[in-house]
């Protein structure tokens, strides 16, 4: 499996199949541990990651980790994360229809390879990659999907989302965020049973 993902990874490194090959720093292939439990799915790489290489190393991976971590779930053990695309977006806007399906084979075979239970789709973005509707991320978080390789596939809040709304009031993003991530570790304890 480790094997199979570095092949991928070199691929990534060497891929100008669109324009962001000439402006990114570094790919940013994944985070977290390579498994078949979680497989979080976010939207593209940002600045921070950009310059490390790593997934949701900014502020908002750092509240996705505190939300992880409120089931003890963690990117050491069960969680792995990527994003609809491996090169940042000039100025952080949001993948072009084309970039997303140049890059779609990659994250294809992290699928593959991998096959997770459960895969998570953060923010509108990825939800759109995978959910061919016109229903918004408010409407579908927290409800589960059927994904490929018989994976059970939930949208949820992204984290910027959630830092611009700091609120935890009943009914806010973040708390249905909590509700969700609650929803999510019950899924996975019942398919490990
Ligand atoms: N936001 C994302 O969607 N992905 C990252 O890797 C970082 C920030």
Request: with cysteine.
């Amino acid at each position: 499996m480790f094997e199979e993902l570095d092949a991928v990874r070199k691929e990534c490194e060497n891929c100008q199949k669109c324009a962001l090959g000439k402006t990114r720093t570094k790919i940013v292939f994944s985070a977290g541990t390579p498994n078949n439990k979680i497989m979080l799915i976010g939207e593209a790489p940002g600045f921070n990651e950009d310059q490390t290489g790593e997934s949701f190393v900014g502020r908002a991976g750092q509240l996705l980790d505190k939300i992880f971590e409120s089931v003890g779930f963690s990117r050491k053990t069960n969680v792995y994360i990527c994003n609809t695309i491996k090169c940042r977006p000039p100025n952080n806007r949001d993948p072009l229809p084309e970039e997303k399906t140049a890059c779609r084979p990659y994250l294809d075979k992290q699928l593959e390879i991998l096959k997770p239970k459960i895969i998570l789709l953060c923010g509108k973005v990825a939800l759109t990659s995978f959910l061919d509707t016109n229903q918004g991320i408010t409407k579908l978080r927290g409800k589960w999907f059927d994904g490929p390789y018989g994976s059970k596939m939930m949208p949820i809040f992204h984290p910027a989302y959630l830092l611009r709304n700091q609120s935890r009031a009943e009914g806010s993003p973040k708390w249905l965020m909590w509700q969700d991530i609650q929803e999510v570790r019950r899924m996975y304890d019942s398919l490990s049973e």
